[in-house]
């Protein structure tokens, strides 16, 4: 997959902000990677990307570990250990 279809996957996916939390715009802009673009094996990985407004977007870039606790609430422990597992899995 390549950036561009990650990009439109995850909007496709999500459609809207999809953390909404305080200060929400509601409107997504950003699609924002859970594990970064370091991390090689999930760079285009549509389970990695989250759709965020620019308040959101902001928001979980100064509390990534309250995000992360976020995604396990909604996805489970085992989804946010397995996509991690395959993200530092392709460290470059």
Do not use: Y
């Not at 606790?69 to 996805?75: A, D, G, M, N, T």
Request: proline letters at 2%; glycine letters at 8%.
């Amino acid at each position: 997959m390549t950036p561009a279809q990650f990009r439109k996957a995850v909007i496709d996916r999500d459609v809207s902000c999809r953390l909404r939390h305080e200060g929400c715009q509601g409107v997504g802009h950003h699609v924002h990677h859970i594990f970064g673009k370091r991390f090689k094996a999930t760079v285009c990985d549509p389970d990695n990307g989250i759709f965020l407004c620019f308040s959101c977007h902001d928001w979980v870039h100064k509390h990534i570990a309250k995000f992360q606790e976020k995604l396990k609430e909604w996805h489970g422990e085992e989804w946010f250990e397995e996509l991690e597992r395959k993200a530092k899995g392709g460290v470059k």
